[in-house]
C-alpha cells in the first residue's frame, strides 16, 4: 500500500483507444491506435476500430502514447523504509524503473529475499550496485580487487567507483572484467579517461566528475592534470573495523548532499584552466573513442547544476520543494549556506563551467557516444524526484540535443544500457504495460514529455486528475527523500 498513490480502479484489460503511438526506436508515429493490456503486459497495437470486449477503455483522443521514462542514476533506495513519497512523485512524472546507484550487502539480500518494499504504483528496480568503492573496501589494489569479487558474489548488478585512485580504479576494473560484472561510476582526478574507456569501463557519471574529461579536451591538458584538483574528501577510515561501513556512509551521505561545497582554489582554477583552453577537436577525438568502446555517459546535467548554481533561487526557493521531506530541506538549505560562503572567484569558476559541460554533452551526442538520462535524486539538494528527470530533459535540450535523442535517453537507450534491448521502452505486443500518453507530440519539442494526460504502470492506469491528487496528498504530508 501507499500513504499517496491510491490503487487504480482502471486495470486488468485495458483498452486504450485512439493513440498516436510514438517508437523511439524509430522515430515512427503510428496514428490510430488501439493499445490493448491485460494484467503487466501489451497484448496487441492495432489499428482503432474493433470493439473493446470485457475491458476498461481509456479515450486517448488521439494524444500521444510514449514507452515510460527510466531514470538511469537515483539514489531512491537510500531510504528503503520510506520510499513511499519518492516512489510517488516518479509515479506522478511517468517515471516507471531507475538504477540505484548505491547499493549494500543489505540491500542485495533484500532484493534476493523479495523484501524490498513496493507500494502501489511503485517504479521497478533496474539495477543496483553493492557497496560504493571507498578507501576504506578499496583503499589497495588487492582489497579492491577483493571487493570486486565480493559485490559479485552477492549479486551486484554492477559495480559502482566512487572514491578510489587510479590504480585502485583500474585494478577493480580489470578484475570486474575478469568476472563479467560491469564496473561504472566516477573517474579519479589521477585517471586519463581514454585509459577507463581503453579497459571497458561501462558507464561515466556525471561527466567526470570534475576536471578529468574536461583536461582530455584541453590544449594544456598536462598543465590541468598537473593542478592536482581532486575535490576535499571527508576522512574516511581505511581499516575495516566494526561499525567502519556505517560511518563512512554517513560521511559520504553528508557529503552528497553538494559535493561543490568542498571545491578547492585548486579545482577551481583548474575549471578555468581547462575551460578557456579547450580544444574542440581533442573533445571530437574523445567522443569517437567512448564511441568506438561503448562508453556510457550518463550527463545528469540537472545534478551538476544545483551543484555549480548551489545558492541560486531556482533551486533554494523552487516551489516543488512542498513534495520534500523537512529533513532532506534542513541538509539542503545548510548545504546552501555553506555554498554561499565559498569564495566568491570559486563561485564564479563554478558557474562559468557550466557553458563547458553542456558543450561537452553535444559533443558527445554528436559523435554517437551511448548516453542515457539521469538525476542523483534522493540526496543531492535541489533535485525533486520524478520532476528532476524532467529538468533533466531541459538541460538536454539547452545543450542541443534533439527530442527524439532525448527521448530515446530516458527509454530505448535504458533498456540498451542494462543489456535488455528489446525488452522494455517501447510499445508494442509482449512489452510491460509501461507507458505515458501526452498532450502534445514529443518529437515536436522535448517538453511534451511533461505535458502528461495519464501513465500506464505495469497494467494500471492513472488520470491526469488521480496523478494531481497524488501530488496533493504528498503536499499535504511531505516525505519524498
Same mark, same amino acid.
Given at each position: 500500500?501507499?500513504?499517496? +498513490?491510491? *490503487?487504480?480502479?482502471?486495470?486488468?484489460?485495458?483498452?486504450?483507444?485512439?493513440?498516436?503511438?510514438?517508437?523511439?526506436?524509430?522515430?515512427?508515429?503510428?496514428?490510430?491506435?488501439?493499445?490493448?493490456?491485460?494484467?503487466?503486459?501489451?497484448?496487441?497495437?492495432?489499428?482503432?476500430?474493433?470493439? $473493446?470486449?470485457?475491458?476498461?477503455?481509456?479515450? %486517448?483522443?488521439?494524444?500521444?502514447?510514449?514507452?515510460?521514462?527510466?531514470?538511469?542514476?537515483?539514489?531512491?533506495?537510500?531510504?528503503? =523504509?520510506?520510499?513511499?513519497?519518492?516512489?510517488?512523485?516518479?509515479?506522478?512524472?511517468?517515471?516507471?524503473?531507475?538504477?540505484?546507484?548505491?547499493?549494500?550487502?543489505?540491500?542485495?539480500?533484500?532484493?534476493?529475499?523479495?523484501?524490498?518494499?513496493?507500494? &502501489?504504483?511503485?517504479?521497478?528496480?533496474?539495477? /543496483?550496485?553493492?557497496?560504493?568503492?571507498?578507501?576504506?573496501?578499496?583503499?589497495?589494489?588487492? $582489497?579492491?580487487?577483493?571487493? +570486486?569479487?565480493?559485490?559479485?558474489?552477492?549479486?551486484?548488478?554492477?559495480?559502482?567507483?566512487?572514491?578510489?585512485?587510479?590504480?585502485?580504479?583500474?585494478?577493480?576494473?580489470?578484475? @570486474?572484467?575478469?568476472?563479467?560484472?560491469?564496473?561504472?561510476?566516477?573517474?579519479?582526478?589521477?585517471?586519463?579517461?581514454?585509459?577507463?574507456?581503453?579497459?571497458?569501463?561501462?558507464?561515466?557519471?556525471?561527466?567526470?566528475?570534475?576536471?578529468? +574529461?574536461?583536461?582530455?579536451?584541453?590544449?594544456?591538458?598536462?598543465?590541468?592534470?598537473?593542478?592536482? #584538483?581532486?575535490?576535499?574528501?571527508?576522512?574516511?577510515?581505511?581499516?575495516?573495523? *566494526?561499525?567502519?561501513?556505517?560511518?563512512?556512509?554517513?560521511?559520504?551521505?553528508?557529503?552528497?548532499?553538494?559535493?561543490?561545497?568542498? /571545491?578547492?582554489?585548486?579545482?577551481?582554477?583548474?575549471?578555468?584552466? @581547462?575551460?578557456?583552453?579547450?580544444?574542440?577537436?581533442?573533445?571530437?577525438?574523445?567522443?569517437?573513442?567512448?564511441?568506438?568502446?561503448?562508453?556510457?555517459?550518463?550527463?545528469?546535467?540537472?545534478?551538476?547544476?544545483?551543484?555549480?548554481?548551489?545558492?541560486?533561487?531556482?533551486?533554494?526557493?523552487?516551489?516543488?520543494?512542498?513534495?520534500?521531506?523537512?529533513?532532506?530541506?534542513?541538509?539542503?538549505?545548510?548545504?546552501?549556506?555553506?555554498?554561499?560562503?565559498? *569564495?566568491?572567484? /570559486?563561485?564564479?569558476?563554478?558557474?562559468?563551467?557550466?557553458?563547458?559541460?553542456?558543450?561537452? /554533452?553535444? &559533443?558527445?551526442?554528436?559523435? %554517437?557516444?551511448?548516453?542515457?538520462?539521469?538525476? =542523483?535524486?534522493?540526496?543531492?539538494?535541489?533535485?525533486?524526484? %520524478?520532476?528532476?528527470?524532467?529538468?533533466?530533459?531541459?538541460?538536454? $535540450?539547452?545543450?542541443?540535443?534533439?527530442?527524439?535523442?532525448?527521448?530515446?535517453?530516458?527509454?530505448?537507450?535504458?533498456?540498451?544500457?542494462?543489456?535488455?534491448?528489446?525488452?522494455?521502452?517501447?510499445?508494442?505486443?509482449?512489452?510491460?504495460?509501461?507507458?505515458?500518453?501526452?498532450?502534445?507530440?514529443?518529437?515536436?519539442?522535448?517538453?511534451?514529455?511533461?505535458?502528461?494526460?495519464? +501513465?500506464?504502470?505495469?497494467?494500471?492506469?492513472?488520470?491526469?486528475?488521480?496523478?494531481?491528487?497524488?501530488? =496533493?496528498?504528498? @503536499? #499535504?504530508?511531505?516525505? #519524498?527523500?
Amino acid at each position: 500500500m501507499s500513504r499517496y +498513490v491510491e *490503487p487504480s480502479v482502471v486495470r486488468g484489460r485495458v483498452w486504450l483507444r485512439d493513440v498516436t503511438v510514438v517508437d523511439p526506436l524509430d522515430g515512427s508515429t503510428t496514428t490510430g491506435q488501439d493499445v490493448v493490456v491485460e494484467g503487466d503486459r501489451i497484448v496487441s497495437v492495432t489499428a482503432t476500430g474493433a470493439k $473493446a470486449v470485457d475491458a476498461h477503455v481509456v479515450e %486517448g483522443g488521439g494524444r500521444f502514447a510514449v514507452p515510460a521514462f527510466m531514470d538511469m542514476h537515483m539514489h531512491a533506495l537510500n531510504t528503503p =523504509d520510506d520510499v513511499d513519497g519518492t516512489y510517488a512523485l516518479m509515479l506522478a512524472n511517468g517515471v516507471v524503473g531507475f538504477r540505484q546507484m548505491s547499493g549494500s550487502r543489505a540491500l542485495l539480500k533484500s532484493r534476493r529475499e523479495g523484501t524490498l518494499p513496493r507500494p &502501489t504504483g511503485a517504479p521497478a528496480l533496474k539495477a /543496483t550496485a553493492g557497496d560504493l568503492l571507498t578507501p576504506l573496501n578499496a583503499g589497495t589494489v588487492d $582489497a579492491a580487487v577483493r571487493t +570486486v569479487r565480493e559485490q559479485h558474489r552477492d549479486g551486484a548488478d554492477f559495480v559502482k567507483a566512487g572514491m578510489t585512485t587510479g590504480e585502485t580504479f583500474l585494478a577493480a576494473l580489470k578484475e @570486474a572484467n575478469r568476472l563479467g560484472i560491469r564496473l561504472g561510476g566516477h573517474l579519479p582526478a589521477d585517471l586519463d579517461p581514454r585509459q577507463a574507456a581503453l579497459g571497458g569501463v561501462w558507464s561515466i557519471e556525471h561527466l567526470g566528475p570534475g576536471v578529468t +574529461v574536461f583536461a582530455a579536451a584541453s590544449s594544456r591538458e598536462a598543465e590541468v592534470r598537473a593542478t592536482k #584538483a581532486a575535490r576535499k574528501l571527508p576522512p574516511i577510515p581505511t581499516v575495516r573495523i *566494526p561499525g567502519a561501513e556505517k560511518l563512512v556512509m554517513r560521511l559520504v551521505k553528508g557529503m552528497a548532499v553538494n559535493p561543490a561545497t568542498g /571545491t578547492s582554489e585548486e579545482e577551481a582554477h583548474a575549471y578555468e584552466l @581547462a575551460d578557456a583552453s579547450y580544444d574542440q577537436h581533442k573533445a571530437e577525438e574523445l567522443g569517437a573513442l567512448f564511441a568506438r568502446h561503448t562508453t556510457w555517459q550518463c550527463p545528469t546535467l540537472i545534478r551538476v547544476h544545483t551543484q555549480q548554481f548551489g545558492d541560486s533561487p531556482e533551486h533554494t526557493a523552487d516551489p516543488r520543494r512542498r513534495y520534500m521531506a523537512p529533513s532532506e530541506l534542513r541538509a539542503w538549505d545548510k548545504s546552501a549556506r555553506k555554498f554561499a560562503r565559498l *569564495p566568491d572567484s /570559486t563561485r564564479g569558476a563554478l558557474r562559468g563551467h557550466w557553458a563547458a559541460q553542456l558543450r561537452m /554533452t553535444k &559533443t558527445f551526442a554528436d559523435a %554517437g557516444v551511448p548516453m542515457v538520462a539521469g538525476t =542523483d535524486a534522493c540526496g543531492a539538494a535541489g533535485i525533486i524526484p %520524478g520532476f528532476s528527470l524532467h529538468d533533466e530533459f531541459d538541460h538536454l $535540450a539547452e545543450a542541443g540535443l534533439d527530442p527524439l535523442t532525448i527521448l530515446r535517453m530516458t527509454t530505448t537507450e535504458p533498456a540498451r544500457f542494462l543489456g535488455e534491448e528489446g525488452a522494455f521502452g517501447r510499445i508494442a505486443a509482449g512489452l510491460p504495460a509501461d507507458l505515458v500518453l501526452l498532450d502534445e507530440d514529443p518529437l515536436q519539442h522535448h517538453t511534451a514529455l511533461r505535458k502528461i494526460a495519464g +501513465v500506464m504502470r505495469d497494467g494500471s492506469w492513472w488520470s491526469r486528475a488521480e496523478l494531481d491528487a497524488v501530488l =496533493d496528498r504528498i @503536499a #499535504a504530508k511531505p516525505g #519524498a527523500h
